[in-house]
């Protein structure tokens, strides 16, 4: 069994590691993150790490590669420090979208990141709700796969509407199994979006498969980029006649113009994690709202330390 947990924090998301740090009823450990004045990044451990079990918490998010840089060079830090374990927690991996090679001669960057995580020191990596499940396979250390569904699946149940005028819908055929661990806990039909791509961030909804009718609607995703996809859906699932048209996403990353989308959009509320932090203008958005994922790394960490199950946290319909 390694020694002490210690919990180290980048600069991405300090709030969440806060959240984190404080539900494990710990400190965060201390280190200096600094800039040399050409942009460099600098890192210095401050206290012993020796015989440790380390964890790092940083999402990959905006400026991902700022923040992907930063992560590498604090695990060599605390491996040149001698831990015993060190675990990169990833709230969001970035680059998880470039999985393989949907184009000739193009990169699998997922596999990239994964490579770089495991040459940098990692002894293991925690993530949530990745774009691709298989991206768990580019790894060579373990990798635990989290769901955010234990926080996410509470709103859906929140909702003023009887269950058989609920139907939740899967944006593409990618999220099917997602939107179906939903529907089994709930008891729910579901609905699924035929899209078709036309390049980086642009979408067309094709058709809808399944009824949509005079009921409330939810579409449920991994991330929110640019919004264009899912606003589009919202409005394809209103044009089939759907009464309401609400959303649910782990990773609110809301580049471009998503918020004006958003705020212009036939959706009545998107809720979020804050697996990515809220900027400014998104908490000005009265239609979205933000849930903690806090104590669900938090309990992951503990078990992960312990050498416990992860999978228990998921066994009642969520995710598996």
Request: charged letters at 20%; hydrophobic letters at 40%; aromatic letters at 4%.
């Amino acid at each position: 069994m390694p020694g002490e947990i210690k919990l180290f924090s980048g600069s991405s998301n300090r709030a969440l590691s806060t959240s984190v740090a404080s539900h494990l009823g710990r400190p965060l450990a201390r280190c200096k993150l600094e800039r040399f004045s050409d942009g460099e990044i600098r890192v210095q451990i401050l206290e012993s790490v020796r015989g440790q079990d380390v964890f790092v918490l940083q999402s990959l998010c905006s400026p991902v590669n700022d923040n992907l840089m930063e992560l590498l060079i604090m695990i060599d830090a605390l491996k040149r420090s001698s831990a015993s374990q060190i675990t990169a927690v990833l709230p969001y991996y970035g680059y998880a979208r470039q999985d393989r090679q949907a184009q000739p001669r193009t990169p699998i960057t997922a596999k990239l990141v994964a490579d770089l995580l495991t040459a940098a020191g990692a002894t293991r990596v925690i993530s949530m709700d990745l774009h691709a499940g298989q991206i768990q396979g580019f790894f060579s250390i373990p990798f635990d796969h989290l769901y955010a569904s234990p926080v996410l699946f509470p709103e859906l149940k929140h909702l003023p509407v009887e269950r058989e005028r609920l139907v939740l819908v899967s944006p593409d055929a990618g999220g099917v199994e997602r939107v179906r661990n939903y529907s089994v806990s709930l008891g729910t039909s579901i609905a699924i979006i035929d899209k078709r791509r036309s390049g980086p961030n642009v979408a067309e909804v094709m058709n809808i498969i399944g009824d949509v009718k005079d009921k409330v609607a939810v579409i449920i995703d991994d991330m929110i980029d640019t919004a264009g996809t899912l606003t589009k859906a919202a409005a394809a699932v209103r044009e089939h006649g759907a009464s309401e048209v609400h959303a649910l996403a782990t990773h609110a990353v809301f580049s471009g113009r998503a918020l004006e989308y958003i705020e212009k959009s036939v959706l009545k509320s998107v809720v979020v994690t804050n697996s990515i932090p809220a900027r400014r203008e998104q908490q000005a958005c009265p239609k979205i709202s933000v849930v903690s994922v806090g104590e669900l790394l938090g309990d992951a960490i503990e078990r992960v330390h312990g050498g416990r199950s992860v999978t228990s946290l998921f066994e009642q319909g969520f995710g598996v």
